[in-house]
């Protein structure tokens, strides 16, 4: 053989001389050649030749076309198309296909290899192609049809066919290393962040209070601390939402006797629990027989036997001296018989003490219960929960229809729901907080993932054309790809399943650092929750192999000659993409209708399905921005600016696919800050026009009786008011459902209120706010549809339903809540007075704040604007684990950022590499193509982020008119790093993947 080919092959060395004048050379003469212009060149109509229509051209439907089985076409089974094999199909495992993985294999040149030049060459032989209808049909068992051997029949080609596959598979991840490794990256990140929050989830399912105080008891009797709201909703069953008290519901005192009295029972003990003031510092009171509960033991001195006695925690006293207790205002002096483990900040008493100090008679907060020596929990438990369901015992206060008031007969970690209040309602606002964010962090994930898998195989798109073209199957293409995009999946997948545990402990140790999550609330991670992360592995691979199968599925499906071919956007895709910007706008304009929870979830369906429109329409979009950036980019920008704006011009859909992570990252990180930060900013404000007082008073224990009226009376004091902090619970339905919302009121005093506390009251007047009474703020007003004079129902903190008749409607709703109710109602329903504040408004003289501080002896004065505001501040209890979350996401946002930013451009880059060799071969210099590339890259950028913010800010106005009524608010250094990162990534992705081809005097690349 004296050539690669022999009768056709392109670069002939034989019969043909290439470019010369011989028989089948790219510029020969003779049949067959390329370019031939006697017998089958391109535009010949001899025998064989491309587009030939004599004897053989590629158009040629009588002697070789495409399709024709006569003599010749690429289709062609008898004579020698230019992908015919002579002697073995793709899948021949005997003499030869291109793919031949015995004889031949893909480099071979001994029988029909690709580089052979002899039968069965790539682009010219004699008898058999890949489709030979004739003696090598597909599933021919002759002579080596598309899947033939020598005496097999399917099962023999089956085998063939999957070595193939593995065979590009492992050819492909070797050869395209650099462009998995951006899908690698992208990869780990996402396993490790639906890891890590699938744990966070999980944990906080398995959350629960921390047992202390209970710990030593095997059952406790306690009150219902939820409440309930059925309702039905359009055309569904009744359904029941549940949200948790944060005030104590108390236990009627009968139910001790009830206890004491069920089998097995060896001790039943009530426990009252009231904060005390303690050396000016903030305390627990119980009663000593309690105590036995934990245990907590004596270490100095006895019991407590006499009213003037108590026992202290550890570091607070020493047996034999006295303290001062303040309780509900009333101070006294006791002395300490005793020094006990446990809590430090813990007073003990009697138990007649403890009952005329906890105040509210004939209840009990919880009752302890120890059982028999070999008496099972579970057996007592059923025998206890009958004996109080028998004597009909319910829960103190009156409740709403429906809302079941039972006592609850807690075991195991369920006692610790009796010691912290705060704990399981923080659990519910945690699953659901997490819960969003993974859901919103999943759909980016799985966005960035796959716009990324789909550029890595789109800048492939012309190779795997070609394996189509010399007859590779779809089912063929298809697992290929798919193994090759698997084996870099399991690996990132399995990576990301690692870092996921350290992740989560990170986002853990972040909400402890905060003060996010109470400190009695125990987030376990047992070992068998490891198993989560191997699960969202798993989802990974899913979501990268369901990827790989969509980007070349046009590919697979379409005839070989038309998978050549580059298809423009059609019309089917740009009407998607509007329809999906209609929906998105429709949303947000259904936000500005709603209030809560529907507005925030309509706001958040309008900002994915503008992203996602955007990401259909990302053709339109860059040429619609070429139009207007191109006219500056041609007068200002030079050589380079002109070859940039023709380039990003000509080249729309990669300039789309360049933009489209740009806007996706863009929107949401916008949308994730600002929506936080502007209903933050605009409680501020309000706070600040709120508070009118200059001086607070905190004293700890309550205040005296009459120190309020001793304050006022002072000369230079123009108002006092008492302020107390609780929270009520609003039951409505929303989208017909029925639901619970929890929500933080101030209890105030209402003399002379406006002078320390404004809200800017718009109808009534806040002078008549006395319990069975409440102001309610404009939104809240508007949307219970209330006004002055018009009745509202709330459930307080305890659970207790009360009917408030409207006495005002205010207009700084942020700043105090959306209720104000009487101090006195709200000291009915709150488990104790504890911590009492007093703003105090003055003319800011050195002797009034003396005389200040002396009206209240052992409290403390403080006299700054920080403090007023926080005495007054009514922020959601979630707003600093929103926050911290929240943070947390945009920092995933960010890393998402980094990644699909840069492996996009990259990608894009790459391919253009001959471009540039071309350009610069024509004369460009370096430097103009530098230029060019920074100019492209500034246009991604800022198309990106013009497009992405103006995608946010169609929902973030619907959400900031609906919550805050104000425009959305991002804080200037938030903003000043998105756009920072953005640019800086673009311009990475842009020029050092190419740096090979503008260096050097002479292009290389």
């Known amino acids: 053989m004296s050539g690669v080919h022999r009768t056709g092959g392109v670069p002939d060395a034989g019969g043909g001389h290439g470019g010369r004048a011989g028989r089948g050379g790219r510029g020969g003469v003779g049949p067959g050649g390329w370019n031939g212009a006697e017998r089958g060149g391109p535009s010949d109509a001899g025998p064989g030749g491309w587009n030939g229509a004599r004897q053989g051209g590629l158009s040629d439907a009588r002697q070789g076309g495409p399709n024709d089985a006569w003599r010749g076409g690429p289709s062609d089974a008898r004579q020698g198309g230019p992908y015919d094999t002579r002697q073995g199909g ?26 052979d030049a002899g039968p069965g060459d790539w682009n010219g032989a004699r008898q058999g192609g890949p489709n030979d209808a004739r003696q090598h049909s597909p599933n021919s068992a002759r002579r080596g049809g598309r899947n033939g051997a020598p ?8 085998q063939g066919g999957r070595g ?72 569904s069953e009744p359904e029941t939402a549940t949200a948790g008290l944060t005030e104590r519901v108390r236990v009627p005192e009968r139910a001790l006797d009830v206890v004491r009295g069920v089998p097995g029972v060896r001790a039943a003990v009530a426990d009252r629990v009231f904060p005390v003031g303690l050396a000016g510092t903030a305390a627990t009171g119980r009663p000593w027989d309690a105590a036995r509960l934990a245990p907590y033991a004596l270490r100095d001195g006895r019991e407590p036997q006499r009213a003037g006695e108590a026992v202290v925690g550890h570091g607070t006293a020493v047996a034999g001296g006295r303290v001062a207790v303040r309780v509900d205002g009333a101070e006294r002096t006791y002395r300490v018989v005793g020094v006990a483990d446990g809590p430090r900040a813990a007073v ?259 900002a994915v399905l503008m992203v996602i429109a955007c990401a259909v329409l990302g053709p339109w979009i860059a040429t619609g921005a070429m139009r207007v950036l191109g006219a500056p980019m041609r007068r200002f920008g030079g050589p380079g600016g002109r070859l940039a704006a023709a380039n990003c011009t000509a080249a729309a859909p990669r300039l789309g696919a360049a933009i489209t992570p740009v806007v996706l990252v863009t929107a949401f990180a916008l949308v994730q800050l600002a929506a936080g930060a502007t209903l933050t900013h605009e409680a ?73 506390l404004d809200p800017d009251v718009r109808e009534g007047d806040l002078a008549g706010l006395r319990p069975g009474t409440v102001a309610l703020s404009a939104d809240r007003a508007r949307a219970l549809d209330a006004e002055p004079g018009s009745t509202v129902r709330l459930r307080f903190g305890d659970g207790t339903e009360g009917r408030l008749r409207v006495a005002a409607v205010y207009d700084r709703g942020l700043g105090t809540g959306d209720f104000l109710l009487a101090r006195d109602e709200v000291l009915r329903h709150a488990s104790g007075a504890g911590r009492a504040r007093v703003l105090v408004a003055t003319d800011g003289a ?66 253009r590499r001959p471009e540039l060799t071309l350009l610069r071969r024509a004369g460009a210099a370096r430097s103009q193509l530098r230029r060019m590339l920074r100019a492209e890259a500034a246009a991604v950028a800022v198309t990106g982020l013009v497009v992405g913010a103006a995608v946010a800010l169609v929902p973030l106005l619907a959400f900031s008119l609906a919550f805050a009524g104000a425009l959305p608010y991002l804080p200037p250094v938030q903003g000043a790093l998105i756009v920072g990162v953005v640019a800086a990534t673009a311009l990475a992705g842009t020029v050092p993947p190419v740096r090979r081809v503008l260096r050097g005097r002479y292009p290389t690349g």
Not at 192 to 213: D, I, N, P, Q, Y
Not at 749 to 756: D, N, V
Not at 873 to 898: H, K, S, Y
């Open 90 to 115: 793709l899948s021949d495992a005997r003499q030869g296909g291109p793919y031949d993985t015995r004889q031949v294999g893909l480099s071979d040149a001994r029988q029909g290899g690709p580089n």
């Open 348 to 606: 003990y008493f009697t138990g007649g003490e403890a009952r005329r100090l906890a105040g509210h008679s004939g209840t009990v907060d919880a009752v302890g219960v120890v059982a028999d020596e070999g008496v099972g929990t579970g057996a007592l438990s059923g025998r206890v929960r009958d004996a109080v369901d028998k004597a009909g015992l319910r829960g103190a206060g009156e409740r709403a229809k429906g809302d079941a008031a039972g006592l609850r007969v807690l075991t195991g970690d369920g006692r610790g729901a009796a010691e912290d209040l705060t704990a399981s309602p923080a659990r519910s606002t945690l699953l659901e907080i997490l819960g969003a964010v993974a859901g919103t962090m999943t759909l980016i994930a799985v966005l960035v993932v796959s716009s990324t898998i789909v550029q890595a195989l789109r800048q492939r798109g012309h190779e795997l054309a070609l394996l189509r073209a010399v007859g590779a199957t779809p089912r063929q293409l298809r697992g290929a790809v798919g193994r090759e995009v698997g084996r870099v999946a399991v690996a990132a997948a399995a990576v990301g399943a690692v870092l996921a545990v350290p992740a989560h402990l990170a986002l853990r140790a972040l909400l402890d650092a905060r003060g996010a999550v109470p400190s009695g609330l125990v987030l376990p991670l047992p070992p068998w929750l490891a198993a989560a992360p191997l699960v969202t592995a798993g989802v990974t691979v899913l979501v990268a192999r369901l990827s790989a199968l969509i980007a070349c599925g046009r590919t697979a499906k379409v005839r070989p000659a038309q998978a050549l071919r580059e298809s423009p956007p059609g019309t089917p895709r740009r009407i998607t993409g509007l329809v999906l910007l209609g929906l998105g706008v429709s949303a947000a304009g259904t936000a500005t209708l709603q209030g809560g929870q529907a507005a925030a979830a309509a706001a958040s369906a309008a």
């Open 846 to 911: 050195a002797r009034t704040l003396r005389a200040v501080d002396a009206a209240v002896p052992g409290a403390r004065v403080q006299r700054d604007a920080a403090a007023v505001r926080d005495a007054v501040r009514v922020e959601p209890e979630d707003q600093a684990l929103g926050e911290v979350v929240t943070g947390a996401a945009v920092g995933a946002i960010g890393a998402f950022t980094v990644i699909a930013v840069l492996s996009t451009l990259s990608l894009i880059a790459v391919g």
């Open 684 to 756: 501020r404000a309000q706070a600040r026009e709120v508070a009118r007082a200059d001086v607070v008073v905190r004293a700890e224990g309550g205040l005296p009786r009459g120190a309020l009226e001793r304050i006022r009376a002072l000369p230079g004091v123009s108002g006092a008011t008492e302020v107390v902090h609780s929270t009520v619970v609003l039951a409505g339905k929303e989208a017909g459902e029925p639901k619970l919302e929890r929500l933080p009121v101030l209890g105030v005093t209402p003399e002379r209120l406006t002078r320390t």
């Open 151 to 158: 005496q097999g029949g399917p099962n023999r080609a089956r």
């Open 164 to 235: 193939v596959v593995a065979l590009l598979a492992a050819r492909g991840a070797r050869t395209h290393r650099k462009a998995w490794a951006a899908v690698f990256a992208a990869l780990v990140l996402t396993s490790t962040l639906l890891g890590a929050f699938a744990l966070a989830v999980t944990s906080a399912a398995l959350g629960h209070a921390r047992v202390e105080r209970y710990a030593a008891a095997d059952l406790v009797v306690a009150g219902d601390q939820n409440t309930r709201y059925t309702a039905k909703p359009w055309g």
